[in-house]
């Protein structure tokens, strides 16, 4: 567990490097002190928060779906819950009358609550169905999340210019949305969630030597997917109200955690969400420091996800 | 006899779809029970009704005097083990790793094997490999570590009972024979074991009672002499055997397939 306590050190440092950069941007900046003031309370604290809650969120979740679908390649994205959780959105944004629009930031996070947790209901029973196939469930995922994609396609033919701004800017993820209303909503849904899922690592250890040998050593496994899975779809619907989608974080933060210090939940998940939070930070602080644009997270994560996520197959192949 | 000793497990009347139809078994605390029969008699479902992983649709099992369906898993899982055919991991999970998390209350990643157990199963050299990389053999044996480590100071205690449905599956003959013998070991520490098996030679010389089913019934269970006779290993086999007796070591002889015409 060597290299674990190295990764800890490694992960910690950068976490507190990254939020002091970010909010150092302003801090060092040479406008007049008020204002630096209101910016770092009204801009740069929701945005830090922000960028730690929805990462921490989508790797854990992702960490944690690997492990109750079995499958090594699940991710919040790839199986869909963050395209159901980003219908919803879609729907809220395009075709809530305009009396309904100063509520909507209260209505999005739960829209997007009960948009991922009826796609994460058909992966469940999906999952059952084809247990033991694990490309049926990825598929049947990609299945979902393109049948979603295309009925935003339709939803942005029959909507107006402002709305279509606004939707693209939540397709493509980012971590500028939130203010500190939504966080106060957002934050203890993540939390609670994130805290749920680590709280139940051990008995998804067991899970890895599959259901039977799970249920013989003490876990009841059908409620422990059930509630496993309603966290992760609390935790990414939560994540997708305040951030968009935002993709590749929860399959790549794991899998390459899974490397380095091995598969045991009850380190892989707290790590995930700390290395999950980390990446948005650097994600965050890239786009203060390219002022001029601002980058779409999801541009960010998979350009540094795909060569990443190659890498570590290579690697993974070797070793095993 | 009978009255002496409180039965671990006992089953009446067990009806189990068309898979089960038992009317009274039942296991007594020490004791080393193989499970016989052709494929499909109905072993591995029998282990999993004892086991109270399945359900049936009527009679009573009783764990300890206990009706089955109320022992929550949690402390189902502190009396008795189980091993079932067929386990598979997608990860690249090390054997120490994949131990680790079934051995109650470590904390630590380190699992250490106790002597008894490496003697028979000779797991530790390859703790460091990924699951993956093992091969059929290989991976039983950790397979078996793993389901007694579970209950490893029950077995200490002699209080534990261990289901195995074909634990000496894919295992070289000095491996067979070294679980074999590890199975009798732990149950003359007074834990009780029930196991099924293909080897009907073993089966006699390392049990103490023998469980012979047929289409879901158990069409004899007592001593192996008593229970494998020619008479009854031809109905459920269907096959002729001869059968020889050298040092109290009993010896059978498969010699042809009873065809059907």
């Known amino acids: 567990m060597n290299q674990g306590k190295n990764v800890v050190v490694a992960l910690t440092i950068v976490f507190v490097l990254a939020i002091c950069s970010v909010l150092g941007v302003v801090f060092f900046s040479d406008i007049e002190p008020a204002l630096k003031q209101h910016i770092t309370l009204q801009l740069q604290l929701p945005l830090v928060i922000t960028a730690i809650l929805v990462g921490a969120a989508l790797a854990s979740s992702g960490a944690t779906l690997q492990v109750v679908l079995r499958n090594p390649l699940a991710d919040p994205g790839i199986v869909g819950i963050t395209s159901g959780a980003s219908l919803v959105a879609a729907a809220l944004l395009l075709l809530s009358p305009s009396w309904a629009q100063p509520y909507l930031h209260y209505l999005l996070p739960f829209g997007c609550f009960i948009g991922a947790l009826a796609t994460t209901f058909v992966i469940y029973r999906l999952a059952r169905k084809f247990l033991g196939s694990s490309t049926a469930v990825i598929l049947s995922g990609i299945a979902i999340s393109t049948l979603a994609g295309a009925i935003i396609a339709w939803l942005y033919l029959f909507s107006d210019a402002s709305a279509l701004r606004n939707l693209t800017f939540w397709l493509m993820g980012s971590v500028y949305q939130t203010n500190w209303p939504i966080l106060a909503v957002g934050a203890p849904l993540i939390i609670g969630a994130v805290g749920g899922q680590i709280f139940y690592a051990a008995s998804l250890n067991k899970l890895y030597a599959g259901d039977i040998a799970a249920r013989s050593s003490g876990v009841d496994v059908e409620k422990l997917t059930e509630r496993s899975l309603i966290l992760c779809a609390v935790a990414v619907g939560a994540a997708v109200s305040m951030a968009g989608s935002i993709a590749f974080v929860g399959l790549l933060v794991p899998h390459i955690l899974r490397l380095m210090v091995g598969h045991n939940n009850r380190w892989l998940l707290p790590l995930s969400a700390l290395a999950g939070a980390s990446l948005l930070l650097l994600v965050a602080l890239a786009s203060e420091l390219t002022r001029a644009i601002t980058l779409p997270v999801s541009m960010v994560t998979a350009t540094l996800g795909g060569p990443l996520l190659i890498w570590a197959l290579a690697k993974g192949h070797v070793r095993g | ?261």
Not at chain 2, 54 to 81: C, F, Y
Not at chain 2, 239 to 251: G, P, T
């Open chain 2, 1 to 261: 006899m009978e009255n002496q000793q409180q039965p671990i497990i006992s089953l009446s009347n067990i009806k189990l779809k068309k898979r089960l139809n038992i009317e009274r078994l039942h296991a007594k605390k020490g004791e080393c029970i193989y499970i016989l029969g052709p494929n499909g008699a109905g072993k591995s479902s029998l282990l999993f009704v004892i086991a109270g992983m399945i359900a049936t649709d009527s009679g009573n099992v009783l764990l300890h005097n206990k009706a089955i369906e109320q022992w929550p898993l949690a402390s189902l899982a502190n009396v008795r083990t189980l091993l079932p055919q067929h386990t598979q991991s997608s990860f690249h999970l090390s054997v120490r790793e994949y131990l680790s998390f079934y051995v109650p209350s470590t904390v630590a990643d380190d699992v250490k094997i106790p002597a008894l157990l490496e003697k028979a199963l000779e797991i530790t050299s390859f703790l460091d490999k990924t699951l993956t990389q093992l091969s059929g053999g290989e991976r039983q044996r950790v397979e078996l570590g793993r389901v007694l480590l579970q209950l490893w100071h029950q077995l200490q205690k002699g209080e534990a009972l261990v289901l195995l449905d074909e634990p000496l599956q894919g295992l070289d003959i000095r491996h067979q024979y070294a679980v074999a013998q590890l199975v009798q070991a732990l149950c003359s520490k007074g834990n009780t074991i029930i196991m099924s098996c293909h080897d009907i030679g073993l089966s006699a010389n390392y049990s103490n009672t023998i469980w012979l089913m047929q289409h879901g019934c158990i069409v004899g269970a007592g001593k192996p002499e008593a229970v494998l006779t020619k008479g009854n290993l031809e109905t459920v086999f269907e096959c002729h055997f001869a059968i020889s007796k050298h040092d109290n070591f009993l010896e059978f002889q498969v010699c042809a397939p009873i065809s059907l015409e």
